[in-house]
């Protein structure tokens, strides 16, 4: 009987420059059969025309993820890619839940997580060192979780003085979730907290508006901008050039 050397490569394929897509990507992309993901993140890819590609649309992950299991059952290599991190809000654990609820047979399909740069990483490296003490990454779509528990989490996190970062701010089906959640931060944060929209970085269209918390403006934000929303200890450096740095002190005094 022949061995089933199906299998899936879940890969992270960074924030869209080529540059900061990891080596380890690419060899997991370069043994793949078919491909599998979000239609834009599978453009990003380039593979030969035996390379089958299957394009979907944005709210189907665990359809996606299902289909990437029977296509490795079948003896498939195949890579399931998402923007950035395959863990952050990717397709990781669309697989994982996949497996998890799907037929006992699917537990022993062999699953291999390739990380990427997130979006997060490459818009504070941009910035300067806004990371460089405690945060959290946010979601803002309500897509898989109710609007108000996103409220709650986001003002857990600035009461605890804790760096934000926002994934999928603002789009055309809900274009005012992130104007709720800058009100909703107005009423805990101090007005001069530094607030970057990172749209892009690293692509052609890169794009980084630095400003506070009192004056962010959401109109200037859509999907492909991360949100990042300082605390207490971020501060500002004016540079020689005119430009901005942001960096968040990892000392915290006693209360």
Not at 94 to 116: K, L, M, N, Q, S
Not at 168 to 188: F, H
């Amino acid at each position: 009987m022949t061995e089933n050397r199906g299998r899936i490569l879940v890969v992270g394929l960074g924030p869209g420059a080529l540059a900061q897509r990891t080596p380890q990507a690419d060899a997991a992309l370069a043994q793949a059969t078919d491909l599998i993901g979000y239609a834009p993140y599978v453009a990003r890819v380039q593979a030969g025309p035996e390379v089958i590609r299957h394009a979907s649309d944005n709210r189907v992950e665990l359809d996606r993820a299902r289909h990437a299991v029977e296509l490795a059952l079948a003896g498939r290599v195949v890579a399931v890619v998402s923007g950035g991190d395959a863990g952050v809000f990717g397709m990781a654990s669309a697989v994982f839940e996949a497996i998890d609820h799907g037929p006992a047979a699917w537990r022993g399909v062999e699953v291999t997580v390739i990380p990427g740069i997130s979006a997060v990483l490459a818009a504070a490296a941009r910035l300067g060192a806004p990371l460089g003490g405690d945060f959290c990454v946010i979601s803002l779509s309500d897509n898989l979780k109710p609007r108000e528990v996103v409220h709650r989490r986001l003002a857990a996190a600035a009461q605890a003085g804790l760096v934000i970062a926002l994934y999928n701010p603002r789009s055309r089906a809900r274009p005012d979730q992130l104007g709720e959640a800058l009100d909703l931060l107005r009423t805990i944060l101090p007005p001069t907290v530094p607030v970057a929209f990172a749209r892009a970085i690293g692509r052609p269209d890169e794009r980084v508006i630095l400003t506070d918390i009192a004056s962010a403006d959401p109109e200037q934000v859509d999907m492909s901008t991360l949100v990042l929303i300082g605390c207490p200890l971020t501060h500002v450096i004016d540079r020689a050039d005119g430009g901005q740095w942001l960096y968040t002190s990892r000392r915290v005094d006693a209360p």
